[in-house]
């Protein structure tokens, strides 16, 4: 859809030039409760700034109590964060490509269990750490759990240059939001 992708066009361009006045590499994705659509915008942010030539992005699905890019985007993936996570894979076994040059995502496959304290691990900081350097060019986007369900994403943003909060019409009160 033209008219929805200008919306994300017009999203990036904001986002990408608050993230390099500042020099920034890493962004939330954020909404206070459920359903509001964060995983949605967080893709389509994604592919947005993988249309930029000069911009690479990768997309972390670290809602890891109710992962949905894989789903979203149609991915069957064999390992996943989860198995990164566990030892099990390196990180270049567990991205994927979803067919968009620029872009790279790191899906989670399943729920994972003590979620706030496994991403509250020196591992993680690590993680976070290593995908921030490695590209210099590299955007990456982190789709966390709702803010005031969890302490999953408190636990992440310290880690993270900033914070982009959707907020669904009709669905977050005033006090949520705040």
């Not at 991205?95 to 790191?106: A, D, F, S």
Request: aromatic share 6%.
């Amino acid at each position: 859809n033209n008219r929805l992708s200008a919306v994300f066009d017009l999203l990036r361009v904001e986002v990408l030039r608050k993230m390099e006045e500042n020099n920034w590499k890493t962004i939330a994705v954020v909404s206070p409760t459920p359903e509001s659509g964060k995983t949605f915008v967080s893709i389509n942010l994604s592919m947005s700034i993988a249309h930029q030539l000069q911009k690479s992005v990768l997309l972390v699905d670290f809602d890891l109590r109710r992962p949905k890019v894989a789903k979203y985007l149609g991915l069957s993936i064999e390992k996943s964060l989860n198995d990164y996570l566990e030892g099990k894979a390196t990180l270049s076994e567990v991205l994927v490509n979803p067919g968009l040059q620029r872009m790279v995502i790191l899906p989670t496959n399943k729920p994972v269990l003590k979620s706030s304290e496994l991403l509250s691990t020196k591992r993680i900081e690590d993680f976070i750490t290593e995908i921030r350097e490695r590209y210099s060019s590299r955007i990456v986007v982190f789709d966390l759990p709702p803010i005031l369900n969890v302490d999953d994403a408190r636990v992440v943003l310290p880690q993270v240059d900033c914070v982009l909060m959707v907020i669904s019409n009709g669905l977050n009160t005033q006090d949520e939001i705040e």
